[in-house]
């Protein structure tokens, strides 16, 4: 039995968006809320959960991370605010 997966969208004030895949978003969302991450993520302050999907297996996660990067700007945020159109950090959804 495969593990289940996430992609997820972190975002600032601005926002910079950083598209990730994780077996595990409580953990890895604690983790670049607390800077533990480094790289773009830390350097950007992308601490805000803006959008999460929740996949079967992380197989399956990461060809949707796939699709998510190769997706233009617009549609991200369109895809965000179809979700969540306040922009508000879904964290509290996760824990």
Request: no cysteine.
């Amino acid at each position: 039995m495969s593990k289940q997966g996430f992609v997820y969208i972190l975002g600032n004030e601005r926002p910079t968006l950083y598209i990730g895949v994780t077996s595990n978003l409580q953990k890895r969302l604690w983790e670049h809320k607390n800077k533990v991450v480094e790289g773009f993520s830390k350097k950007y302050n992308l601490h805000k959960l803006l959008y999460f999907e929740v996949l079967d297996d992380i197989e399956q996660a990461i060809i949707r991370e796939k699709q998510l990067k190769n997706m233009l700007r617009k549609e991200k945020i369109k895809l965000i605010s179809k979700n969540n159109p306040l922009f508000d950090d879904l964290y509290g959804q996760i824990f």
